[in-house]
């Protein structure tokens, strides 16, 4: 179990295939899936224990997320920024985990 | 590597349909499981993520609507075989006796415990509920985002309210009753207001959170602003129960029969009712409940509270019971702007007590008002000390009059200042009372002035300039009140010139003050002459002067002998009655003076004609004064010397006696042959030097008080008095007193011919101005124009119309609508 305080300040990823992304839960919070499944006020198991399995995103594609979202946050404040470099072979994957997440 | 790629992201797409493809079911099951672990809140073991993945599938497999569709049928289950019972179980039946309004004291306990339990019940259903379904959203949020945007479906949520509404709500309490949960839940509330409103404390948050599910539930699916439940059900219920309340209430208050609880109560009554919207209700419904108040409990008491016999505003104002005012004039500023029936009660308090002055005046004043004509020789001098008496008596109660006004004034801009913050139509309102019942008295200029000449005569020796000027200033107010402005204008100028000549005007200062104050009150014209007769008084002063100076040198002898004080007045600029007497006097042949008097009056004329050619001077003995010294020789030897300040006409009397031996007498007539005075200054003069008690200079026989022309006049040696210089008034004719009725009718008279010249005056002005005008137009410039000074009347109006177009002024241009052109 977590304590409070660690739960407020990271929460753990876990990808289909076992790898662990540890983010800021604001940055986390930037999917809304996300920021509702650690909504503290809801009781499911992951508002407790600050941990999600992701069944149905593999690491890569996991990885590129949590890229993305940390790429969001610290450019969220501003204009002109240049695209995140995407792997073409990710795109479609990447596409579905965005969906699911809803970012 | 990207060959494995791209092969990678087809493997799981296919894998996702193809695995579960067939397994909606399963999932569902799943989901549905779940699902109920939330609703008894054992959702801490469940993974967000493994349920928010279940209906990510299902809608994946295109069978979203399936889910929706049985998760609506899950929740209602739910709601009808667990909250509903739940619900319904916490109705007792104490609560269902909600019509009637609980009397008896220990059932209303009873009734409020049963409805603080089902309101607990509530809430916890509802509030259950609410965060369930908050759970159960964030999970299906997937499918909430393709159902409402592709399906254009309600979200989940909204629609598990609804059904909360419907399966919870409306549901009958027993399956053969009636009557639904929601009725029972309005009334429950609508009760315990009730107890508060009763003064009882009731569990405030408990009917705030309930009133929050009624705000929170919308009558329709689409969740518009104006069909929320509270607005649709709950208000208005509540507002019509307000409404009986304070209507019977109102009832009761007006029963009690005090005006001051009624203000109280209901003042309270406003303050609670936005305390309970702000804290129990929603704050949206403080206006409407702030005019169901308005509207039951003040708009249709507040007449009757004003006029309520023995507490209303009548006494009130009686007792200045200010604060009481204050409350009234705020709750009937509440209802209405114009604050009707309180300004009438003012109003009428106002005219009342006025007329209660008026009378009080009246009353003090009731004399046997005889005529005081001339020809009534006998009666007139049959009692001169009483007459004079009754006479100040009225004097006083002019003043007195003034004196009660001005309290009474004092009081309400008190009351006005105090009680009706300062409220224009308040103060209009009361403005007009004033010079209502100001106006009903016929008297009151006569007496506003007389105010005046009692103050500047006496009332301002020994006070300070700041006293003086707050007195003026008070008399000033009045004079706003007074219509008829000229009439006040001609008494002020009587007694004004009474003032200069017999120079009994404490200070000049202050009758200067009182102009200018008059000025910027009521305008140039008015003051005009007042500021005229002042100029004459300062032109004679020099013209005094410079006469003894001319007289030293032509070194005339009697000059050492009489010192001559001269005031020249202009005629038309002094009151009538002055100038009116000296008409009687030409056509009568002047009174006769001494020669050495004789003499000094010539040498003026010479003199002042002199100076401007082509002016009349005509003497006016009346006004004058004169001071002598006189000898008296006493039997013992001594000789007692006295200073007497006297009338024009007494001098001229006594010096009559200079040629008179000791022991001789003059009778009636040879002073009446001899001086040509007239009857009634004659007669008039010899009672203040033979009858009047302190001043008996001359002796009368027979003694009486009446003068016969046939009495004898001795000269009396024996003359006593203590001090050196002796003051002989002239009976009833020098101090400024009421008026009798003849000298009304007088007064009247001319004023109506004065009224008459500048009502045509200002016809003439207009005309010249505009041409032609219509009749009405015409009519309605006139008051305009006149009002400042007086009321005309409209039939004196149309008289002074016709006569100018007989002396062809005027003309009538057209008949219809009846016209006038102005003749050049």
Redesign the interface.
Known sequence: MTTPEQDQEFVTLVSGDGYEFILPRSTACISKTLRMMFDPLSKFSEALTGRCVLENISGEVLEKVCEYLCYNEKNKDQVNVPDMEIPPELCLELLMAADYLDV | ??M???Q??RA??RG?TANKGDDFETNWADLSTSLKKIHT?D???????????NS?NIVLMMRGEDLYERIKKLEQDWLDDEVKTRVTAAISSSLLLAKELAEVQDQANERREAGERFLAAMREAFEDHQLCM??IT??L??MD?VMSTDHRKPSIYAAAMALFRDHVLRSPIRSDAKTTVVDVLESTILFMIQLERSGQIIDRPLISHCVTMLEGLYETITEEESSKLYLTLFEPAFLDASKRFYQAEGRRLLETGDAATFCKVATDRLAEETERCMYTLASSTAPKIKEVLDRELIENNIAEVVNLEGTGVRQMLDNDRLDSLRSIYVLSARVDPKKSPLTTAVQKRIVEMGKEINAGAVELAQTPAEPKKPADKGEKAKKPAEKEKPVNQQTAAAIKWVDDILGLKKKFDNIWEDSFQSDHVMQSAITTSFSEFINSESRSSEYLSLFFDENLKKGIKGKTETEVDSLLDNGITLLRYVKDKDMFEAYYKKHLSRRLLMKRSVSMDAERQMISKMKLEVGNQFTQRLEAMFKDMTISEDLTASYKEHAKKTGDPNTKRIDLDINVLTSTMWPMEIMASATRDNVQLGCIYPKEVESVKQSFEQYYLGKHSGRKLSWQPTMGTADIRLEFPRSNGKIQRHELNVSTYAMVILLLFNDVPTGEFLTYTDIKERTRITDHDLIRNLQALAVAQKTRVLRKEPMSRDVKSTDKFFFNNDFQSPFLKVRIGVVSGSANKVESQDQRKETEKKMSEERGASIEAAIVRIMKQRKSLTHSKLMTEVLSQLSARFVPDVNMIKKRIESLIDREYLERVEEDPPTYGYVA
């Open positions: 590597m990207a494995r790629a791209r990678r992201i799981p797409r996702l809140k959702a801490s073991n469940l993974s967000f993520e493994q349920l928010y993945r990510y908050g759970m964030d999970v949020m997937y985002r």
